[in-house]
């Protein structure tokens, strides 16, 4: 190889260095729920987030971008960069958004799967892109449930891998979204007629582990056919990896039970038996109690005791308290200077003790609360399908302290980047921030 050809692919590698950097560097907003996957806002952010805006008289608002199709999913930011994913009404084309952050121009609209006879989804709450990505530094991994999971080239927008041949029969639309976890890449499949859990090489999208559900659903016939078909084995959830009791766990919620799995493995380490089932909200940790909710039937909240007798069903021996009613359903819980707050999806929400699982607080909302709340070390915001965002005090005591308005319905989780909102709403997506 010359000089000068060895110069050439240097400068040109070098060229594309920065072109990565340009858009993914640094990561603001990876997962749906920031950067430590509990809905917090980092301090510096937080500081510089706006308290008021509306559409209507343009306050506070940047940019606006109009949008098309449909999705659920909640955008991840890296460097000047947006990305979430959306799909046409009927499920035949599935896209993947990229938005500079800093002017709202569309950068990227990609088809990345189409299928044939998508399968109907049952729910008109749901559509075929509700699993929001998941973005690191040089990637960027989406995922479609059934319908296919894609690792991105974050500088190009192209696949780099995918795999189509994990499928399950979704029943109500796929929902759960991806994690990362080291080398691996996390899939939850909760369908009607399978439900497990794999780890994928994020590198090669070759599967690591698979471990099925070992789920009693109390429907089966002397054969082992399940008797009932629908919702009862059906979740949407997203999971988590703490520590617990000195073992990297993964903390996953299923239809009628909970599980911890040794993250680099699968192994099954525990479950806790629960009745719901849907169970979609992702686990918390605080102090030495483990935070479960268990679905959006017969929904309950679960403190679960932290130690390292972790092992084989604990649903006796470490469920130290349930809350039975009123407990969230779709929007994640999120905690702050030592206090729990979650939402119905009628906008019931409530304040708690994590520790004692006992009520500081419980007020109500208008309209119905899909998207995920966000917190700052002093504020909560919550948003709903009309348009409107709450601003509440982080505090023992109800206080409203804004109502915002957007025009139309948002299911999307906010994110946050360099001191600004970014809101997804059903046909828009907005920058807020202040001057």
């Keep these: 190889m010359s000089a000068i050809f060895r110069l050439q692919l240097s400068t040109l590698a070098f060229a594309a260095t920065l072109c990565a950097q340009s858009v993914t560097t ?37 940019w606006k971008t109009d949008l ?20 046409t009404t009927d499920g035949h084309k599935q896209f993947l958004y990229g938005i500079d952050r800093q002017t709202g121009k569309i950068i990227h609209h990609k088809v990345i799967f189409e299928n044939q006879a998508p399968e109907e989804l049952g729910n008109p709450l749901n559509n075929y892109a509700a699993p929001s990505p998941v973005l690191e530094a040089d990637a960027l991994y989406v995922h479609f449930g059934t319908y296919g999971t894609a690792r991105i080239n974050p500088a190009t927008g192209n696949k780099v891998w995918e795999r189509r041949d994990i499928n399950v029969r979704h029943f109500r ?22 439900q497990f859990v794999t780890a994928l090489n994020k590198k090669t999208g070759e599967t690591v582990w698979k471990t099925n559900r070992t789920t009693d659903y109390g429907d089966l016939d002397a054969e082992g056919h399940p008797t009932r078909d629908g919702d009862m084995r059906k979740a949407y ?6 520590n617990l009791g000195g073992v990297e766990t993964l903390v996953s919620v299923g239809s009628r ?56 069903d604990i649903t006796e021996s470490h469920v130290i308290w349930d809350r039975e009613k009123r407990n969230a359903s779709e929007a994640n819980s999120v905690l702050v200077d030592g206090l729990l707050f979650q939402t119905t999806r009628g906008g019931i929400v409530t304040c708690m003790n994590p520790v004692t699982g006992e009520d500081v607080w419980e007020e109500r909302l208008s309209g119905q609360h899909l998207p995920s709340p966000i917190a700052t070390g002093e504020r909560l915001y919550f948003s709903n399908d009309r348009g409107h965002t709450r601003v509440l005090r982080a505090g023992s005591k109800y206080e409203v302290l804004a109502e915002n308005i957007l025009p139309d319905a948002m299911t999307a989780a906010p994110a946050v980047a360099d001191g600004a909102l970014f809101i997804r709403t059903k046909k828009q997506l907005f920058k807020i921030a202040q001057p």
């Design 257 to 312: 039970a909970a599980f911890g799995y040794a993250v680099d493995s699968g192994k099954q380490l525990w479950t806790i038996r629960h009745g719901g089932f849907n169970a979609a909200i992702r686990p918390l940790v605080y102090q030495n109690v483990l935070i479960l909710n268990t679905g959006s039937e017969r929904a309950h909240t679960l403190g679960v005791r932290i130690d390292d007798k972790m092992q084989g």
């Design 173 to 194: 639309g796929p929902g759960s979204s991806p994690i990362l976890h080291g080398d691996l890449l996390i899939l939850t499949f909760d369908g009607i007629d399978q």
């Design 26 to 62: 640094p990561v603001f907003w990876p997962d749906k729920n920031g950067p430590t996957f509990d809905g917090v806002v980092p301090a510096a952010d937080a500081a510089k987030l706006p308290l008021t805006w509306n559409s209507e008289t343009g306050e506070n608002i940047v």
């Design 68 to 87: 098309e199709d449909e999705g659920h999913s909640s955008p991840v930011i890296g460097g000047d960069m947006i990305w979430f994913t959306a799909a």
């Design 237 to 242: 959830h997203t999971p988590s990896v703490f």
